[in-house]
């Protein structure tokens, strides 16, 4: 046994190098194009800044049944005063994001594409309210952006949801 | 001896375990048992030496092919009469290591050592440029020894994941670890940045969306040299969901038309093709067949299921009549592994389990029982899976070893995983 146990022995030298890394990381917050209009309220705003602020303000939130991306009838009038608020004139120039929004369950490509479905239900909504289709643009968020972030069902309620964003 | 006994029993074990879709429930437990022992000089910190025996003794666990003694021993490198019997432990191997380590670098010596004769079988040396990334070389090391014993292959475990993980909303990183997360490098910071990909076999480089521009796309960023480039933009949604073989082509799933569909594009001519045409939802497209056919999730029968079909044929087949919502799935040869909502109630929080099936027979095999169990990646070989575990608003990499049925967690500290690849 001890033979074989030397004849088998066997010196090797293993360099494991991996896959050479560099670093620092990329940073996308820096040269990554064109960034979403901040709608955030300070006395540095512009009047087209505010006029923006106040429309995402005004404008209401769609909330969705779970796994669901019709618009509830519940919903509808959010949809018509939405639609009214983005057809008036001082609106009218802008382009409207519909933002599609999950709740916590999944963390898959579906929930996106969930997200993706409520918004384009939204759309549709807008644009059967006399919207032009071409202003509406919609984008998922999936489950990263909630509202909410307790874990009962009034919470994941909230996260089921399209919000609106006003861009020059 | 030991390596006849052990190719005997892993034999009788992967032959009634041939088709991955059968658990076994009753096994020979006959591994052979294995200590460590940590023969490295004193003036290496001791910290340090116990987390590298973890990280083996770990890893010989977790490739279910030893009977671990999991008790922190230390020896002399050369050995003597007692440390190379263990005779009060009754051992059959011993796997000694001297680890050293330089300013960056650090290096090993293993032994791996027959108990029964005190006889060492075989002896190794590893070097690691980098040591923050010994992780590696501990995994490394029980391949080999893994090796040795004949046992089959657990290659996997030099894979390294590539991962997203929320840090608040609408803010994520990508980081690239080992299987255990003991090693870790953030790659991509700042905003949302999701669903990496890696590129190539080699993991040289991998594929990752961005919301941080005006509309989503995918990304390219090279490890090599660290550039990163622009693939795609498209609005609604992104995501490169596989990549060929050769790492020619990707499985997108776009929304030019606000529409979710899955799309083949041509890294070389940039071109692409649609392959799914559906109203409702079309995502998560994995290449089957020698990337000639895709599954896919779809909620064409009004609830998400996986589905396949060729990359050329609009003919589309259910491959899954189980459950009412699958929602996410991979594919490696003959089988498919899927996770999903066990019950449609919005309450039933803790209620996501895996399942794995074979495109060559009707038996379903349920691979968790508890918990929410997402995201299911295969390894390069059939036995092993890697899921997303969520559980009390934390997250896990979990891994699953089929023919061992038995399934480990390694917990990420801080943030919730948003998807994984390997």
New interface residues.
Partial sequence: ??K???T????????????????P??????D?????TKSTVDDGMSALQKLIASLEANSKTIYFD??KYNIRKDQQANIDANAALFNTQEAKGFSIKVEGNC?E?????????????R??SV?DGLVAKGMVADRI?????GE???ACTD?N?AC?DKNRRAEFKVLP | MIKKLVVFCLFMVISFASDATVEIVKRMDVLPKIAVQDASNSMVDLNFRRTFFKLIVGDLRVSSHFNVHDEYLQSSYEGGPIENFLSDKKVDMILRFKIEQTLNSMSANVKVINAKTGATTSENSYQLPDKKRYPFLAHKIVIDINAQIGAPSIQWMEQSVVFAKYVEAKKSEIIISDYTLSYQKTMVTGGLNIFPKWANKEQSAFYYTSYNGVEPTIYKLDLRDGSRRSVISGSGMLVCSDVSQDGSKLLLTMAPKDQADIYLYDTRTRKINKITDYSGIDVNGNFIDNDQRIVFISDRLGYPNVFAQGINDKNVEQMVYHGKNNNSASALNNYIVYSSREDKSEFGRNTFNLYLISTKTDYIRQLTATGENLFPRFAKDEDTVMFIKQFQNRSALGIIRLNANKTYHFELKTGKLQSIDW
Wanted: net charge neutral; proline share 2%; charged share 25%.
């Fill in positions: 046994m001890s074989l146990a030397l088998s022995l066997a010196v090797a030298v293993l360099v494991l190098t991996g896959c050479s890394q560099k670093s990381e990329v940073d996308m917050t820096k990554t194009g064109k960034m979403d779970f796994d709740d369950f999944g963390t898959d490509e579906y929930n996106y594409a969930l997200g993706l479905k918004a384009k759309k643009t919609v984008v998922s968020y990263s952006n909630p874990h069902k994941w």
